[in-house]
Structures are given as C-alpha cells and as structure tokens.
C-alpha cells in the first residue's frame, strides 16, 4: 500500500527537520515523508524530447581577434561551449546542488534564461541553445503552485494532503531566498532533488519567478550538448512590486 503524507503540511515539518536538526542522518518522521514522495512521484513527472530545445545563459562573454582593412582588433564574442557548462569538480551552493556538486541548470526559453542571471542593462550574456539525445525525465513543478497558499483548519482526506504538500514543494523550488550563508533556505529542495535522484530521475522542472518559462536543474552535466551559441546585450530591465498586508501608515498630528 502507497505511503500517505501524515499531515497537509508534512514539508513544513520536513523543511525543519532538515534545516535546524540533522541534515543527512532522518528520523522516522522525515523517512515516513521521503517515503510518501516516493509513492506520489511518478504520477508528477515528465519527459523532454530530444527535439525540445532548451536554453542556458551565463552573463558575461569570451573576445575574438577580428582583422578587416588591414586592421585588427578585439570584438566581444560567445563564451565556448565548454564554458557554458559548470565545472565537473566545482559549484557553487544552488536551489537543486549542494556546493562543490554541480547541476546544469538551463530554461524553456531564452528570455527566462537570460533573465535568471540578473543581468543590468547594457550587460551582454552568452546564450546557448541545447539538446539531448536521449528523453529525460523530471520531476514536474511546474504546475499547481501559483495559487494562493494552502491553509486547512481541519486535517484533509488524504488526497488534498497529497496535493497540497507537492504544491508547497513546487512553491519551494521557485521561491527567491534569503542570500545569507547563516541561513540554510537551500536544503530542504537539495535533500529532496538527492531524493529524486536516487530514484533515477534526471532532474527537476520548477516555474521561473525571474522569466516567462520554466527552469530545469538537470544532474547529469553531459545530458544536454550546444547547438548554437550567441551573445545578447540586455536592454531592458523591468521589476514588479507587490505589498505586504501588514504595510502601516503613519499619521501626523497636524493641530501644533
């Protein structure tokens, strides 16, 4: 019989499990969560096809001689395919790898890729279209958790529990964190992404908060290879802001 989540919000329970009392060694409670995922992951997951382009872009750009008219000269150019991969051996700490354990993160298009780098205007990125020749399958986030938060007053039927927690998660993997190295915000999609990669899936697919697409974080750095590569300056930047509901205003005593 499939494992069943013990409450509508186990991952509440799990981040904190993992995040403030033992990272790699689980209790009971946080094996009896991990073991529930297992049991609900298939029915969320995904394919690439080999045909799907994917997209990956790194801010910054190589040079290259150009002569013309007898005259030579340096002129900015594409990083090297090469270079638009992470290093094998070296990584910096992400939302899918722990630091020094590298993943290739790429987008479904351009525009999110190039936009989760944070470039400036009059930055110029590298951009990579890629492809596989195999299928890939993922872990599917990308649907479900732009709705508004779930809240139950009462304990749900197992089925919205279910839902509700893959939602939470989902909300997980796209939501900005605190840049603090006291603060460890990264773990609990880390210990679940380890997760689903001991199931053998090839990555995870999760809504981009930055562009229109989504993102992938694939383990396998050689699954993808580049088909075409350019250089893109940014020329604009645009920032939408929300409001918190506990906002206050101040009032003047205008009478002195």
């Known amino acids: 019989m499939p494992a069943i989540f013990a409450s509508w919000n186990s991952f509440w329970a799990f981040e904190r499990a993992v995040r403030f009392n033992s990272r790699f060694l689980h209790d009971e409670e946080v094996l009896a969560f991990l073991q529930a995922i297992t049991d609900s992951t298939a029915k969320r997951s995904t394919t690439i096809n080999p045909a799907k382009a994917l997209w990956r872009a790194q801010l910054g750009h190589d040079w290259r001689e150009r002569t013309q008219d007898e005259a030579t000269w340096d ?8 270079r638009m991969k992470p290093l094998r051996y070296s990584a910096h700490e992400g939302r899918v790898n722990p630091r020094g354990i590298p993943c290739l993160y790429v987008a479904s298009d351009k525009e999110t890729a190039v936009a989760e780098v944070r470039p400036w205007v009059g930055a110029l990125v590298s951009v990579a279209q890629m492809s596989t020749s195999r299928e890939l399958h993922l872990v599917n986030f990308t649907d479900g ?18 839902e509700t927690v893959w939602r939470n998660i989902g909300r997980a993997f796209s939501s900005p964190v605190a840049n603090d190295p006291g603060i460890a915000e990264y773990v609990r999609t880390q210990v679940l992404a380890e997760h689903f990669r ?14 229109p697409g989504f993102n992938i974080a694939l383990f396998d750095l050689d699954a993808l290879e580049g088909v075409d590569l350019r250089l893109y300056p940014v020329s604009a930047v645009k920032y939408e802001i929300g409001e918190i509901q506990d906002s206050y205003r101040v009032m003047r005593n205008t009478d002195a």
Do not use: C, W
């Open 75 to 82: 002129e900015p150019a594409p990083f090297s395919e090469g």
């Open 145 to 162: 958790h732009d709705t508004n938060l779930d809240f139950h007053v009462e304990q749900p039927v197992p089925a919205i529990r279910e």
């Open 198 to 211: 001991k199931q053998k899936y090839d990555g995870v697919a999760y809504k981009s908060k930055m562009g």
